[in-house]
């Protein structure tokens, strides 16, 4: 009946057939027992460590940033919270990643190529969040957050943003804060920055980084594969937020500054520009303006390639604060060393008379006074007062060159002052050794004669040279300027209080100091300043005219303007016999090429409003331009 | 070594038979060993379900999917067992058509990761008919090699054997599943060994398989392919490196300790580090959350099961049911050590279920007819009389 079997026997049952596969159960089995073994409880303890420390992560705390005031409380700089769009590369794959980086620069309005950019210049690794977008608007935020699944590797992240109150009034001050660099990266990773932490980068916000930024704390959090946080187990160390800075800067002023430059760069169509107020007796910088400027606002949201371009092509360098960060020929307002030099080293005394005349003859070459006729017999306050070429000439000749360049040092020059402010350069006072070290040569005498009216190779930035004549109005004493007042800590404390830095005390005796503060004035009341004699308020100070760069076809060439002015403590009625000022200001007017001096009547301008003085003595007829060499 | 002879099966009695009669030979054993390593497997879905942070009972969890397919398969297993097996001898050439049917159709209407075709979603469901498709498989062998058990000496008998596994085995390869495609050859190579084929012949077979495999390597197996196979020899925390996954298994097994986490505390599938948690790594999260001592319960639960098999193997009577038992031995045996040492790192990464424990509808119901199978082979036999 068994068809199956076919009439053949049933098979045998091979007993070394089951026990072969009864073998190969243990062997298999019994090997798998042994990894397990091997895995679990001779290296479990390793694998135990490495699951436990890939599981939570010490994450930063980002600390709330230092705020920043004005002398008077004024809130300058405050932290808005903002929506950023970040990318952690890693968990973008690579074949969705033009699809991803096309669907978010269309939520986003922006051009793929700027996203691709920015991930591929990431300075972290491939772990580390990119920043792609900051200051999204919360729609924009919420719709990128909620196609997570479509826009993988794409975070959403809540961050503070920084807002300057003024933005373009206190650019050049306080700078911006921007995306740590690739290069800064490398330095900084120890002290906590993270790939995607953003940074001061110019002005306050980069030299108080330090301060500003607190200190971050740190938390302990569950991730899970990709790195993306599932909870916060543990807060190891709290955040301390930035300390807040008070700065010397008090707003008002600042205001009028930039609306005195403002208003003569406007009549003269002029590009360039700076004024500073001071106090003599602190050297606390009361404003301080560089234009053109720029508005960090743009940078604390992101500045797009573009404008970060157009920025830097401007020939005017808007992002420089030409205040400290670029050099120039003083001109005239130099002879306040030559001066000072010949009566401190007693080539000459404050009676002794100079002949002043159409020009000097040196060698083959002529040496002429600026007016081509000259004074005659001249002293201090005449020749100052005049600003005479062939006086101080003769004066720079008796001082020679090594110590007109120890009194420039003197009121510090040469040197950055030290203004706490990134990026100050020294200028340069020349002397034999200077030379010989750069052009390989002496200084000649005709050289000096130059060197002594602040030309030739002279070159100041406009801090310094505030700083010297501050130094004149309080009677000798070389401040470091400042622009922090207080460094207060984040419970109200004030950490750094404000303290004046005498760098050093002019070697010089007080009466050689009265002379020149009183030759200073003289300078108004001869109405070599027009009519700032007739201003309400005693000025004295110092009018300088600078050439630079090529000559045209004629020989002649284009010229900046500076005044450099300072009052008694009582404006009205105080005296330059004594060194009390509380205020000195000064203007530079680059490449101005007016008929009249250009930055005497943005002082000028500058006191008008500072002390509220109704008539108005500006004379716009002085800043026509001489156009010399377009209208030729 | 002795050989015994089985007397032949009385086809008239099996109706006779009472049904307590029937119960004796039941084996309870292996039901019970079965249905423990199926519980595992739901432990399993409930643990990373909720791990997942869902309501386990929740409908579209793993564990409630999971809860319905074991449903599914103990149904299944009755059907199966009180099936009479013998019918799948007259059935047998169209449950080949059936298998080849099914592959066919997987390919031409099939889903898959990529560009792949492994399963075929009906409504919410997805069966991966390749499963099926290996018990189809061991059917029409044990049928075969059944037929020929007087000529399996003969070099054309076990070629047959080859032919009939050829056409599915390149079917499955072509989807592309290498692991299922091996476990086809695994069960051919099982169940010629228990048939009895003569040793020159297998031994000469083996010789040219091994022959053939630098040939298959360079011609056949494709890049990704031979990156998974061989990136069991280097784990690495890359992410984007074929070794990431099998780094993190390691990470996850050797963590357990020998006792284990304990249940939903597994930190490695939690936090995600595990890539396909539930499927084919998850013997990491058991040995995570259970420890050694937790795995070796399962290792031994499947010691036990295959016992059982080749009990039943060894007391059928008909070569048919000793066959199909070896084959259904063979195929649970490769699974487990594919499997569990592709976690461990000792095999090379193939997309091969672990029996019972893995989620998924088509390998339990599977497991569940070929066990309901056995369980009426079992039945249908009298017992050999000693």
């Known amino acids: ?632 | 070594m002795g050989v015994i002879r089985a007397e032949p099966a009385r086809v008239t009695d099996w109706a006779a038979k009472s049904v307590g009669a029937a119960w004796r030979a039941f084996d309870l054993q292996l039901a019970t060993y079965a249905g423990l390593l199926a519980a595992i497997g739901l432990v399993m879905a409930y643990t990373n379900s909720a791990e997942n942070g869902a309501a386990s009972i929740d409908a579209g969890t793993t564990f409630s999917r999971g809860l319905m397919w074991a449903g599914i398969a103990a149904i299944a297993f009755i059907i199966a067992t009180a099936f009479d097996y013998r019918w799948l001898k007259t059935l047998s050439w169209p449950a080949y058509a059936l298998q080849l049917g099914l592959l066919a159709l997987t390919l031409a209407i099939g889903d898959g990761i990529g560009n792949s075709a492994r399963w075929i979603t009906i409504g919410p469901l997805t069966f991966q008919f390749s499963e099926l498709a290996k018990i189809l498989m061991i059917v029409v062998l044990a049928d075969y090699l059944g037929r020929n058990h007087h000529k399996l000496d003969s070099l054309g008998t076990i070629l047959g054997a080859c032919l009939l596994v050829g056409p599915p085995l390149i079917l499955v390869m072509i989807q592309p599943d290498l692991g299922t495609s091996m476990v086809f050859a695994a069960i051919l190579a099982g169940m010629l060994w228990m048939s009895g084929a003569s040793l020159k012949w297998l031994g000469l077979l083996s010789a040219a398989v091994v022959a053939l495999v630098p040939l298959a390597w360079t011609y056949l197996l494709r890049d990704y392919q031979k990156e998974r196979l061989t990136s069991f020899l280097n784990p690495t925390p890359d992410v984007s490196g074929p070794g990431y996954q099998l780094y993190q298994s390691q990470i996850a097994v050797g963590s357990g300790g020998w006792f284990g986490r304990g249940l939903t505390n597994g930190t490695q599938a939690q936090g995600d580090f595990l890539p396909v948690q539930t499927t084919d790594f998850v013997f990491s999260v058991l040995a995570e959350e259970l420890g050694f001592i937790g795995a070796i319960v399962l290792f031994a639960l499947f010691v036990l099961l295959l016992w059982r098999v080749l009990v039943a193997a060894w007391r059928c009577r008909d070569p048919f049911g000793t066959l199909f038992a070896s084959g259904l031995a063979a195929m649970i045996l490769f699974q487990l050590v594919i499997n569990v040492g592709m976690v461990m790192g000792i095999m090379p990464i193939t997309g091969i279920p672990l029996p019972f424990v893995t989620h998924g509808g088509a390998s339990l119901v599977s497991l569940a007819i070929g066990l309901g199978i056995l369980q009426s082979i079992n039945i249908r036999q009298t017992r050999a009389e000693w």
């Not at chain 1, 599981?55 to 940033?65: D, G, S």
């Open chain 1, 1 to 632: 009946v068994n068809t199956y079997l076919g009439g053949h026997p049933a098979p045998e049952r091979r007993f070394s057939r089951y026990l072969v596969f009864g073998l190969a159960i243990v062997l298999g089995v019994g090997t798998l027992t042994a990894r397990l073994f091997y895995l679990q409880i001779t290296n479990g303890t390793e694998y135990s460590a490495i699951s436990n420390r890939q599981r939570t992560v010490l994450e930063p705390i980002p600390a709330p940033r230092g705020l920043v005031y004005d002398r008077n409380g004024r809130l300058l700089v405050k932290n808005v919270p903002t929506f950023a769009v970040k990318v952690r590369p890693a968990d973008l794959p690579n074949e969705l990643r033009d699809g991803v980086v096309a669907r978010l620069a269309a939520l986003l309005g922006m051009d793929p190529a700027e996203i691709n950019t920015t991930i591929d210049s990431n300075p972290g690794s491939a772990f580390d969040l990119v920043r792609v977008a900051q200051d999204v608007d919360r729609a924009k935020a919420q719709l990128i957050s909620e196609a997570g699944y479509e826009l993988p590797g794409v975070e959403v992240a809540v961050e503070a943003r920084r807002q300057y109150t003024d933005g373009p009034l206190m650019s050049q001050l306080l700078g911006y804060t921007g995306p740590v660099s690739a290069d800064q990266i490398a330095d900084l990773r120890d002290d906590g920055y993270q790939p995607d932490d953003l940074i001061g980068q110019a002005g306050i916000e980069r030299q108080y980084e330090t301060e500003l930024r607190g200190t971050y704390g740190s938390e302990s959090v569950a991730r899970d594969r990709t790195g993306r946080r599932t909870q916060v187990l543990q807060t190891v160390s709290q955040a301390v937020p930035g300390a807040s800075l008070t700065l010397t800067i008090d707003t008002q002023a600042q205001r009028d500054a930039q609306k005195a430059l403002k208003w003569a760069m406007g009549e003269i169509g002029m590009t360039r520009g700076v004024v500073i107020a001071m106090n003599p007796q602190t050297g606390e910088i009361l404003a301080m303006v560089s234009l053109p400027t720029y508005d960090n606002n743009k940078f604390a949201r992101g500045i797009s390639a573009k404008d970060f371009q157009k920025l830097l092509k401007n020939k005017d360098k808007p992002l420089l604060n030409h205040a400290v960060q670029a050099h120039y020929a003083p001109g005239s307002t130099y002879k306040l060393v030559t001066g000072t030099g010949a009566l401190a080293d007693r080539d000459i005394t404050e009676s002794t008379r100079v002949l002043t005349k159409g020009y000097l003859t040196l060698g083959s070459t002529k040496f002429y006074e600026w007016n081509h006729r000259g004074w005659g017999p001249c002293d201090i306050y005449c020749g100052f007062g005049h600003s005479s070429d062939t006086f101080f000439y003769q004066l720079a000749g008796k001082l020679g060159i090594d110590r007109l360049a120890h009194w420039a040092r003197q009121y510090g020059f040469g040197a950055p002052t030290g203004v706490d402010l990134p990026g100050e350069v020294a200028g340069i006072v020349p002397d034999n050794v200077w030379k010989q070290d750069v052009l390989g040569a002496k200084i000649f005498p005709g050289e000096t004669y130059q060197a002594g009216i602040g030309q030739g190779y002279d070159a100041v930035t406009p801090l310094q040279l505030i700083n010297a004549y501050a130094a004149l109005a309080n009677g000798g004493k070389l401040y470091q300027p400042q622009i922090v007042r207080d460094v207060v800590g984040p419970d109200g404390k004030v950490i750094r209080p404000f303290k004046p830095k005498l760098l050093h005390k002019l070697k010089v005796k007080a009466s050689v100091l009265r002379t020149m503060r009183n030759a200073a004035r003289n300078t108004v009341l001869l109405r070599h300043t027009y009519n700032l004699v007739d201003l309400p308020i005693k000025i004295a100070g110092k009018s300088g005219t600078a050439e630079f760069g090529r000559p045209d076809s004629q020989g002649r060439l284009p010229y900046s303007s500076f005044f450099i002015g300072f009052t008694p403590k009582d404006p009205r009625h105080g005296s330059f016999d004594d060194h009390d000022s509380q205020l000195v200001v000064m203007a530079f007017a680059y490449d101005s090429r007016t008929k009249g001096n250009a930055a005497t009547e943005i002082v000028k301008y500058f006191f008008q409003l500072h002390y509220g003085i109704k008539k108005d003595y500006r004379l716009p007829d002085l800043l026509q331009r001489t156009n010399f060499y377009s209208n030729d």
